[in-house]
């Protein structure tokens, strides 16, 4: 049988207008069978979301103070939802044993739950279908890590017992009973186990935009939409900072070869982004550019080392690193010549150790120069099809220049799936907006 799981993130069930959408959506698909809800998100810029006001009254109570205003606004947003839908329906008695638990053990982990736990058992209600605690269902250990074998078998029994379900998202307990969530953003992780568990045809993932786009639209006018990527491509680019999705999502849908569907609550006629599997069979219509996506960060520094005949000292490359380790940094990219050596890392790790890593440097390895230097870009030009495509580099590099862009670094990974190029901060968004003219606008032409 054909089912679909799809989650609602907190934008799109901020008020009783986006659960009249989210409603209208589930009800035009019978396959839609499990739903996976966010706490109520914002309703305007400046708006608070529910968690984070769920936060506070926890923080509130841990110091003693009376937090009985500050709960009776969250209880305002959702007897204010309950009202609009107008529907008989009441979160009363669950209002007065949260707090009665906060009061007495408040736990920031069971205080954000809430926030889920009630929107599920709302949204429920109004669709009639059943509620599934995820609380009973995703298992952590006693450290706090997803137990996900356990989890998908648990999972899987439940919901076989059920056709339409709402599962909370972002939180479980742990084998001792206590309540976890996953780090903020997580309803996206439920949702992908939940899909996985029911070995769903399609995660769908709703949200406030219509997928991911092939550049920052605060840096390009209007991007794109990308249709279609892959797991891997997708991974790149959030590497380099393009978030829609919470990046624990991704692995166990990837491992079940389940495609997730981005998709905008407030435009369900858009297709939206399809992420599928890293074998997945292309046509040219799901390709239409070279290139899938261009994403950039700033806050990079490069450790530039230098010594003649380096390349015949053997260890020389594992001294550094070593160095670096035994300084609790960790590194990003490590372009080098035959007497150089250059290590990327981000500048805010570095920061307070850098004279100490100067100093060790100097005497591991003995370089004839040595120097860090900081306010480093990285952007990272991602596509599946440049790896056969003849040209590519060049007509990145051209752009480039054109633009009279200097080139720091560059770093073609061997998968030929990505380009990775270092320029100065702040050259990063021009850099972007000329490959996206080189890749994007003038192939339209
Ligand atoms: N409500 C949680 C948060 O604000 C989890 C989520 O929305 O996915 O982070």
């Known amino acids: 049988m054909s089912n679909k799981v799809v989650k609602f993130g907190g934008s799109s ?16 698909d019978s396959q839609r069978k499990y739903v996976v809800p966010s706490a109520p998100g914002k309703r305007f810029s400046d708006d608070i979301k529910v968690t984070d006001m769920l936060y506070s009254c926890c923080d509130l109570a841990g110091s003693g103070i009376d937090f009985s205003e500050s709960f009776a606004k969250i209880t305002e947003r959702y007897n204010g939802i309950i009202k609009d839908l107008g529907i008989d329906f009441s979160l009363d008695e669950e ?11 408040p736990a920031r982990d069971f205080a954000a739950s809430r926030g889920e736990y009630l929107n599920g058992k709302l949204l429920a209600a109004y669709l009639g279908f059943e509620f599934v605690d995820a609380g009973d ?3 952590f250990d006693t450290n706090g890590n997803l137990m996900l074998d356990e989890t998908i078998k648990r999972t899987r029994e439940r919901l076989s017992k059920t056709e339409y379900a709402v599962i909370p998202g972002f939180y479980g307990k742990t084998t001792e009973g206590i309540v976890k969530t996953f780090s903020r953003g997580g309803s996206d992780v439920t949702g992908s186990i939940v899909a996985r568990a029911v070995n769903a045809d399609i995660y769908e993932n709703w949200t406030d935009v219509s997928g991911f786009l092939v550049a920052d639209p605060r840096v390009v006018e209007n991007p794109d939409v990308i249709n279609m990527i892959t797991y891997k491509e997708l991974r790149e680019l959030s590497y380099m900072g393009a978030t829609v999705l919470h990046e624990d999502a991704i692995f166990p849908v990837r491992e079940a070869g389940i495609p997730i569907n981005i998709r905008n609550t407030n435009k369900p006629q858009d297709d939206g982004t399809m992420i599928v599997s ?5 046509n040219d219509e799901t390709v239409p550019h070279t290139i899938t996506g261009i994403a950039g960060r700033k806050g990079f520094s490069v450790i530039n ?10 260890g020389f490359g594992m001294k550094v690193l070593k160095v670096l380790c ?7 990219h490590m372009p080098s010549g035959i007497d150089t050596m250059s290590v990327i890392t981000d500048t805010e790790s570095i920061k307070s150790v850098e004279d100490k890593i100067i100093s060790q440097l100097r005497k591991e390895v003995n370089p004839d120069n040595l120097e860090i230097e900081h306010g480093i870009a990285l952007l990272a030009v991602v596509g599946r099809r440049m790896k056969n495509t003849r040209g590519t580099v060049a007509r990145l590099f051209a752009s480039l220049a054109h633009a009279r862009i200097n080139v720091k ?5 061997s998968s030929e799936l990505n380009v990775i190029v270092g320029v100065n901060e702040s050259d990063l968004n021009e850099a972007i907006r000329k490959i996206y003219d080189m890749f994007i606008n003038s192939e339209k032409d």
């Open 95 to 105: 209002f007065e044993s949260i707090k009665a638990e906060l009061k007495s053990r």
């Open 13 to 28: 069930l901020a008020d009783a207008k986006q659960f009249l959408k989210v409603a209208d959506i589930i009800r035009s």
């Open 326 to 332: 035994d300084n609790d940094i960790s590194f990003e």
């Open 137 to 139: 269902i995703i298992v």
């Open 409 to 413: 670094m560059v770093d073609q990974g």
């Open 278 to 282: 890293d074998d997945h069979d292309f």
């Open 305 to 314: 080392i230098e010594k003649a005949m380096m390349n015949s000292e053997k």
